[in-house]
């Protein structure tokens, strides 16, 4: 469409039509990214009706391609990868080679050529980081150590993809001259390397002097849209920099930008005002590639299409599976990995675009991979829901379930009959005459830890990361590795003898559980655990729990004193607004309140 309101049009229509679709699937419980891409499909040029300037659309996906990267670039941080690489990096690495070479064979099969094959190979090889953290959040896993292991996998993947796409200009440029091939890919990936190599150096380096001192002046005219402003600025222009001055992705320049403004001590109010603009534009870029869809080649070629859906939703899940199980990680931590890996999304239209820019893979390509996404992430949430019917099933069948685990319990047992001969030592010699399991051994987990080791407890964790376990002997603490919600566990731990039972883990079926089992083997166990929930406090309490830190409770009481404080109020005001706020949120309170740890602070104690 052509004419003044051109870009409004395409934009308000898009827009309109991405909200109500998205809408749409996610009242079916599924990805508002379907409903993103089917917006774009049905203003596209091969369906009838209104048809989008795919020209104005492919603009706006620049803005949003720059602003997700600088979102990868602001979130990544090196912690989260150290902390599960025995996992994450031959895993993430294996998946994607076994991925890329089936997907080349597949191409090879089906006449699309070696470099497209490779492209296609990997993009069906890199999971969506969207749809993987929501997947986890709506099952309350992200903080579990599934979820940090899926987290750890996603980073390796989002690292290579931000190398491919350094790489692919470089490539098109190599492949697209004829005499020499060779000489020239290696040129051109020579040259590419040093361009990055100058890059990184400049913003990594340059920019932690410039950005930080930037941003500090800006935060103190306590302008919130200047401070906006500024962000945006530094994405857009570093990541325009990177192509102009060095002929590099853009993608690469707003991942290197975003890493810099995240090691700043303003990074999650950067965060919080990037956000929103990334999402809305990065809605438009899920519009613009459904609008490149063509439903015809899916005709044409269902043959690869449903190659491409069974390495996803196969062949990557299996692999993920094989490679988690045998590092000796437990059958449902494998399982629920494998499974949210099991689907790809926005790096894999990242690449998609990318090769069709540089002419490295057709249209038709680009069409398989909208399909290939929709369904895929249609599927997956269902996916997720076989996973404890599955896992009951496998349970009926004890020697199948023996078999399956027996792996990461035969390296967890050395440990944890290590401790166990540890702790009855301790006992016999009555170096501590109380101790305190701790189920979980996250932020919450570690903090507990240190107050009771303070307070002369001795601290027992039970974790399923046998990263985690083999960490705590090393340093002369005391570990168990396996599943809390099994007695045997739970007694490794000392939980006869114990005095104090923490359950911090995130998962409400699993705190259910540990609480029942614990309280059998030890009735006089005073447990303490955290919730989401106000309405969860009851429910835990009813089944044995002494006292409950409620993260919905502490969010309100932290916010309450924040505001009293600002207000100037005496610390007796405080103190009474906060009986007061406790009594509202849950009016049976005032029993557990009394209940006190060894510390003694009260059982609302700040958890997180």
């Known amino acids: 469409m052509n004419g003044d309101l051109g ?21 079916l419980r599924l990805s508002p990214i379907v409903g993103y891409l089917l917006a774009g499909i049905v203003i596209g040029p091969q369906t009838p009706g209104f048809v989008g300037d795919i020209k104005i659309a492919s603009e706006l996906a620049e803005i949003g391609v720059i602003l997700l990267m600088f979102g990868v670039g602001l979130h990544f941080d090196i912690k989260d990868l150290l902390a599960v690489k025995r996992i994450a990096l031959p895993g993430a690495i294996g998946q994607i080679l076994i991925a890329t070479m089936v997907g080349l064979l597949v191409s090879w099969i089906a006449g699309m050529g070696t470099v497209t094959g490779i492209i296609i190979g990997f993009s069906v090889s890199v999971a969506s980081t969207v749809v993987v953290v929501r997947v986890l959040m709506d099952n309350d896993i992200l903080h579990s150590t599934q979820g940090h292991i899926a987290v750890g996998w996603l980073i390796v993947q989002d690292i290579f993809t931000v190398l491919v796409l350094v790489v692919m200009p470089a490539l098109a440029d190599a492949v697209n001259e004829q005499p020499s091939v060779d000489q020239n890919i290696f040129f051109s990936l020579g040259s590419a390397v040093v361009k990055v190599i100058s890059l990184g150096l400049i913003v990594v380096v340059g920019g932690r002097r410039v950005i930080p001192w930037l941003l500090r002046q800006v935060a103190r005219t306590r302008s919130r849209e200047l401070f906006t402003l500024t962000i945006l600025a530094i994405a857009l222009a570093i990541a325009t920099g990177s192509a102009v001055l060095f002929g590099v992705s853009m993608a690469l320049g707003a991942f290197l930008a975003g890493m810099v403004v995240g090691q700043t001590e303003m990074s999650h109010q950067a965060a919080a005002d990037a956000l929103p603009m990334r999402d809305a534009f990065a809605v438009l870029f899920f519009v613009s590639v459904g609008m490149l869809f063509d439903p015809q080649v899916i005709l044409n070629r269902p043959g690869m299409l449903l190659a491409m859906l069974a390495i996803v939703l196969l062949a990557n899940p299996i692999v993920a599976f094989v490679i988690t199980w045998t590092m000796r990680y437990s059958f449902r931590t494998a399982l629920t990995v494998a499974i949210a890996l099991s689907q790809i999304g926005e790096f894999s239209f990242l690449l998609a675009d990318e090769a069709m820019k540089t002419k490295l893979m057709p249209v038709e390509g680009q069409s398989l991979l909208v399909a290939c996404a929709i369904l895929t992430i249609a599927i997956n949430p269902i996916l997720f829901l076989g996973i404890v019917p599955f896992e009951k099933w496998l349970r009926s069948k004890p020697w199948l379930w023996r078999k399956l685990n027996e792996r990461a319990e035969a390296s967890g047992a050395e440990l944890n009959k290590a401790t166990h001969v540890a702790l009855l030592g301790m006992e016999q010699s009555n170096e501590s005459p109380e101790s305190a399991v701790i189920i979980g051994y996250g932020p919450v987990g570690q903090t507990a830890c240190r ?158």
């Not at 870009?7 to 009242?27: D, E, F, M, P």
């Not at 995130?506 to 106000?534: C, G, H, M, Q, S």
């Open 7 to 27: 870009l409004l049009t395409n934009l308000s229509i898009s827009l309109v039509l991405a909200l109500v679709l998205g809408l749409i699937t996610q009242k």
């Open 451 to 608: 107050i009771l080791r303070e307070f002369g407890v001795r601290p027992v964790v039970i974790d399923l990361n046998l990263d985690t376990v083999k960490g705590l002997s090393e340093s002369g603490k005391f570990g168990v590795y396996g599943d809390a919600t099994r007695p045997d566990i739970l007694e490794a731990a000392g939980i006869r003898k114990a005095k104090y039972l923490l359950v911090t883990v995130p998962e409400v079926l699993v705190r259910t559980v540990v609480i029942l089992t614990a309280k059998d083997l030890n009735p006089e166990l005073r447990v303490f655990a955290r919730a989401r929930y106000i309405q969860e406090r009851a429910w835990l309490e009813e089944v044995g729990a002494t006292g409950v830190v409620t993260e919905e409770a502490e969010t309100a009481l932290g916010l309450a004193v924040l505001l009293l404080r600002e207000m100037h109020a005496d610390e007796d005001r405080i103190e009474k607004e906060i009986r007061k706020i406790q009594e509202e949120l849950h009016p049976r309170a005032e029993s557990a309140s009394e209940d006190t740890l060894p510390l003694g602070g009260s059982a609302r104690g700040r958890g997180g």
